[in-house]
């Protein structure tokens, strides 16, 4: 992906043509040699295996279980087979959440991917100390944890004192004086997705700036030469050579906003959540942990994975690819 | 290669997605006998009566030599989720305050131990106030010991109903009057006659009680939504005509957020509806012109039923030293911690304790949550504040709110 990987280019079509294959005859020191690998990457293995593998294990296996209150003190749960998958998906709040929440997920990811590439940009046409300031004010912004981020949007929303409504109706934009963010889930969830995508923000800008330092100059310079305008260069060399790296970053937005829960339950709060305003994430826990109904709560979570897996099974199979090409 | 490592970075955060969402794991075991006995009390207890629970707890170490008292406080929102994951851990506490809403679905499942046998031992047992001491009976067996209840009152501001020239009304009309009057006299925007947050259930369903009607029965094992009768509906209307007349409040608003007596005591509201014990924080400003009243009924003279809230204290069925919980449940109940209570503005557990303060006499009429197992789910889904929200914004008729809520209620409690 850098310009050092050019001029191996013509090494890399060398290599494509396929060889012919001899089998090599069969040694110990083969098999010590072809074991090496595996036996490196088998303490990470088994890591893996042990935190993720184990509770997935058993998230699975109590997805097919009534599991609830009375289960819970039992410590013992009743096989049901499928019912918990049936009945949520033969729950149409289930289907409305999903499609809020695709939407909700689309409209996050473009506006922090939007914005933040936007910054980035901005950083490398400013002199050294703006950098500095805008850099220091993003990590600053990126530093604060999301529920004390929470209270601060709370506050400054606030319907009878909050600053927003007050410099609205200073600056004339309307009366603003006593309105109500969170009156409709439109408002609820947009309030929610201002105050994701400002806290999505420096991680993608300090990330896509890291990439456009790596951008070498000769290429820019020699489209310029060609008369490429601002524009067409930012199109077709700067997103090129970023690619890899807004995909990385676009996957792996689309995973934390499609699971978010920590901000809209804290914001939106907890009183005021229905089926109107629920997201799959605090979807889940309403309907796993409030109702007490774990087995339902462990189903719903094995379909978010799923979903999850395939939104972004897309974005994954195109990195591997990339990456098959650039190595 | 950089991007493989990439590719592999996402596919862990998308494993670590699922490895959040967590699991319920049993995990029982017994443990060693107690030198320690562990007190689950709502933060209302640290910060309005710290020195009943210091004082029960000296008395209860005074009397078990070598065992100690860890009271741990809890909030409200998320004391049931804390608990439930000390059922699955095995480490309960010893002692839990329950909401009376919440104690029926607990002790149906069998959370709690029984306390039947033991129940004259408690303090003024024949006396418990009877609807406080039902939250904790289930299939007529005794598993919550009663600690106080409240009731909902007005604070109001004597300074400016002077003004108005309103007497304590003895009527919604009356009442509604005087709030009119007010807002003509106080132009203030945002200024609230009767400050009420438009998804306050707790009040809003006073109104449907006092024109007859009820939020649920039982009838043939099965619970019926009522919400869609004439007289709740009446009762609604009744509360929508009154929110418009007296409240600038949000609609959509919860009365805990902003806190009621944080309105009054900015100047912002000549009366709140809540506990009692708001009187503590209206202001410095403020105090000497607060007083309260019973909030008036429909109908002339009577008082509007209020809902009774309260707490129960319960031992954990997992508790390893049931005997020395109830001890301290015995000690922190007694005659003298309960006075201390009566005197912090609440409504002590039994009826001759009793006095005449304006919180006593509001409890005179209440009503209460229908008893079903499932109805903290309906609390929790928030089905009420939805209805009324909606309601109160005109986004849907009364007709329409409460068939929707009745259908709710019933798909939740019959589950």
Redesign the interface.
């Known amino acids: 992906m850098t310009s050092s990987d050019i001029p191996h280019g013509t090494a890399l079509a060398a290599e494509a043509t396929p060889r012919p294959r001899r089998r090599r005859p069969f040694t110990v020191a083969r098999v010590v040699r072809g074991a090496a690998p595996y036996l490196l990457i088998l303490p990470v293995v088994v890591t893996i295996v042990a935190i993720l593998g184990y509770p997935l294990y058993h998230l699975a296996r109590l997805s097919f279980q009534k599991y609830g209150l009375f289960e819970l003190i039992a410590h013992h749960g009743t096989s049901v087979g499928w019912a918990n998958y049936s009945s949520v998906l033969h729950d149409s709040v289930f289907w409305d959440v999903l499609v809020r929440t695709i939407v909700f997920t689309v409209a996050n990811v473009a506006l922090a991917m939007g914005i933040g590439t936007l910054i980035a940009l901005l950083l490398t046409k400013v002199s050294s100390f703006v950098r500095v300031l805008l850099t220091a004010g993003l990590v600053l912004a990126w530093a604060m944890p999301p529920v004390v981020a929470v209270q601060v949007w709370v506050w400054m929303t606030n319907r009878e004192n909050g600053i927003l409504n007050y410099t609205l109706t200073k600056l004339h934009v309307g009366d603003y004086s006593q309105h109500d963010w969170l009156e409709t889930p439109f408002s609820q969830l947009s309030l929610t997705t201002s105050l994701l995508v400002w806290g999505a923000i420096p991680f993608i800008v300090v990330t896509v700036y890291a990439g456009l330092s790596q951008v070498s100059h000769e290429l820019v310079e020699a489209a310029e030469i060609d008369g490429a305008r601002p524009r067409r260069v930012f199109w077709d060399v700067t997103v090129p050579i970023l690619k890899p790296i807004f995909l990385i970053l676009t996957s792996l937005s689309i995973i934390w906003d499609f699971g978010v829960f920590t901000q809209p339950f804290l914001l939106i709060d907890q009183t005021r959540i229905n089926a109107s305003n629920e997201l799959m994430g605090i979807y889940l826990y309403e309907e796993g942990y409030v109702k007490t109904d774990f087995g339902r709560g462990a189903a719903i979570s094995i379909l978010m994975l799923l979903i999850v897996a395939v939104l972004s099974v897309v974005y994954v199979r195109k990195m591997v690819r990339t990456g098959e090409e650039a190595s | ?4 490592l ?2 592999a ?20 075991h017994s443990r060693a006998a107690a030198s320690k006995i562990t007190v689950w009390l709502q933060v209302d207890a640290q910060s309005g009566w710290p020195e009943l629970v210091a004082s029960a707890n000296q008395q209860f170490e005074a009397k078990h030599p070598g065992t100690n008292v860890d009271v741990q406080y809890q909030t409200w ?1 998320d004391h049931l ?1 804390k608990f ?1 994951a000390t ?2 851990g ?1 480490n309960t506490p010893d002692v839990i305050e329950m909401g009376n809403t919440e104690m029926t ?2 002790m ?4 709690f131990a029984n306390l039947s046998s033991q129940k004259g031992s408690f303090p003024n047992a024949k006396n418990w106030l009877k609807g406080l001491a039902a939250s904790g009976i289930f299939n007529g067996k005794t598993y919550g010991v009663p600690y106080y209840a409240g009731s909902r009152v007005v604070t109001y501001r004597s300074d400016l109903f002077r003004k108005a020239h309103a007497k304590t009304p003895t009527s919604l009309a009356a009442f509604t009057a005087t709030a009119k009057q007010l807002g003509k006299q106080n132009t203030k ?2 200024f609230s006659p009767v400050y009420i947050a438009g ?1 306050d259930w707790y009040f809003a369903m006073s109104f449907v009680y006092d024109y007859g009607g009820q939020i649920a029965v039982l009838k043939n094992g099965k619970w019926v939504g009522r919400l869609e009768t004439k007289k709740a509906r009446a009762g609604l209307a009744a509360y929508k005509r009154f929110f418009n007349a007296a409240s ?1 409040a ?5 009365e ?3 806190q009621p007596y944080d ?1 009054y005591a ?1 100047g ?1 509201a000549a009366s709140i509806i809540g506990p009692a014990w708001f009187s503590c924080c209206v202001g410095k400003k403020f105090t000497k012109a607060t007083k309260q009243f019973v909030m008036p009924s429909h109908v002339k003279g009577r008082g509007m039923p209020g809902f009774l809230g309260g707490s129960d204290l319960a031992v954990p ?2 508790s390893n030293d049931k005997s020395l919980a109830a001890d301290w449940i015995r000690i922190f109940t007694s005659t003298a911690s309960e006075k201390g209570l009566q005197a912090k503005g609440n409504i002590p557990n039994a009826t001759n304790l009793l006095g005449n303060s304006v919180n006593e006499r509001a409890a005179q009429r209440s009503w209460f949550v229908p008893t079903a197992k499932n109805w903290v ?1 309906v609390e ?4 009420l ?2 209805m009324l929200a909606r309601i109160l ?1 005109g986004k849907a008729s009364i007709a329409a709110a409460t068939a929707f809520a009745d259908s709710n209620i019933e798909l939740t409690l019959n589950q």
Request: glycine content about 12%.
């Open positions: 290669m950089k991007l493989r990439f590719a970075a996402a596919l862990a955060a998308t494993l670590a997605l699922a490895a959040s969402t967590a699991s319920a794991e049993p995990n029982g929102g989720s439930d059922l699955a095995g679905k607990y149906a499942a069998g959370a925007k945002g998804t600038r949000s609609k959509t608003g919860v805990n957020r902003p309105v900015k912002q069925a997992g789910n929790n889904g928030n089905v504040r939805t914004t």
